[in-house]
């Protein structure tokens, strides 16, 4: 690897220092856009370890903008969200599952950022549904305890990662997957107790799982669905779906692994997966719009109370995962997503920046 970059930081494991050093190269100026790929793209395919994943993330998350957050009260934040990644071209599955969370009760944070991997990001589809997704860092809390949700725009709290923006889309645009599309789920400044995250590959659902660990979550899951050719990086009802679950912290990580079927649930299995697809931005937004005012029912419907569901039980709001369905199907029926849909909107144009 050429200069500024030295080869060693890719024969093992890059400790504390190395990975403040590299990322301060990602985003200055000394090193070339060329360099900063073809780094980025040598520690991928060598792979990167759990302890780099949070370690990039520590720093990044040291460099962000913080939101301000009653933490005290209210109850733990909640976050479910997906990697990206998995070319499935699904409807924004986590993004809907936030209001039905958050009609159940739960304080959802959600950080996200516009498509790179896809048409349609949850940015997008958020704005399309006439949510400002531009929000007063300060008054983040505010937006929270009025609609019981929040969206972070990455961003907007990350300005360090804005500024890599450009090589992220060159690479993307030629199938290249970096750090970069693993980082996301683990930079939300709200720092959430509780994480539900789909992960586009299943071979790195341990991985993944400790690092979120390291971070500090107090229970997360890392998942993948099978059933379709690759998977997603969502709960899934085209067939069974592999989880790894973390507790504990320091080096007193638990991980646990175990599989969902959605028959066991009572979901029946989506045989055709056309039926999840998404398009583009503003037709995920009239599907999404539909199903939480409950005009669209079917396959797509069925996986967002499921991965809602998931995430309410992981988040103890309930003490089994058929407890966390039984939640979510009420949350939906009796609107109070929807609720938490308008209310969102109400409040986010007014907390602007």
């Known amino acids: 690897m050429n200069a500024p ?32 790929g073809d780094f980025l793209i040598a520690l991928h395919q060598r792979g990167e370890t759990a302890e780099e994943l949070a370690g990039f993330a520590r720093v990044l998350l040291a460099r962000s903008v913080f939101p301000k957050i009653n933490r005290t009260e209210g109850g733990p934040l909640l976050e479910l969200c997906g990697t990206g990644g998995d070319r499935a071209g699904l409807l924004n599955i986590s993004t809907a599952a936030m209001f039905v969370a958050a009609g159940a009760g739960a304080r959802v944070v959600k950080h996200g950022n516009r498509a790179v991997s896809s048409q349609c990001g949850s940015a997008d589809v958020l704005e399309a549904l006439g949510i400002s ?38 690479l993307a645009a030629r199938g290249q997957m970096t750090i970069f599309n693993l980082l996301g789920p683990l930079l939300n400044p709200a720092r959430p107790d509780f994480q539900l ?22 229970v997360a ?9 690759g998977g997603v990086d969502e709960l899934s009802i085209t067939g069974p779906s592999r989880v790894v679950a973390v507790s504990g912290k ?9 599989t969902i079927a959605p028959k066991e649930l009572g979901f029946a299995t989506a045989t055709n997966p056309e039926l ?25 419907r069925e996986m967002i109370l499921l991965n809602a569901g998931a995430a309410l039980h992981l988040a103890g709001l309930c003490e089994t995962l058929p407890e966390g369905m039984l939640l979510a199907r009420q949350s939906i029926e009796n609107g109070a997503e929807m609720r938490a849909l308008n209310r969102l909107r109400e409040i986010s144009g007014t907390v602007s920046v």
């Not at 899951?221 to 050719?229: C, F, I, K, R, S």
Request: proline residues 4%.
């Open 221 to 229: 899951w890392a998942v993948h669905g099978e059933g379709t050719e």
């Open 197 to 218: 995250t789909g992960i586009y590959r299943s071979e790195m659902l341990p991985l993944y799982a400790r690092a979120m660990g390291l971070l500090g979550r107090k």
């Open 276 to 300: 999840l697809r998404g398009g583009d931005v503003l037709a995920n937004a009239r599907r999404i719009e539909a199903i939480l005012s409950g005009s669209e029912t079917g396959a797509a």
């Open 5 to 36: 970059f030295p080869d060693p930081w890719l024969k093992s494991s890059l400790g504390d220092g190395d990975i403040a050093c590299a990322i301060n190269l990602l985003v200055g100026t000394e090193a070339s856009q060329e360099q900063k």
């Open 250 to 258: 320091g080096e007193e990580l638990e991980l646990r692994e175990f």
């Open 133 to 170: 997704i531009h929000l007063d860092p300060a008054r983040v809390g505010e937006v929270l305890d009025h609609a019981g949700c929040v969206f972070l725009l990455a961003s907007h709290f990350h300005p360090a990662i804005a500024t890599v923006a450009t090589l992220r889309r060159v």
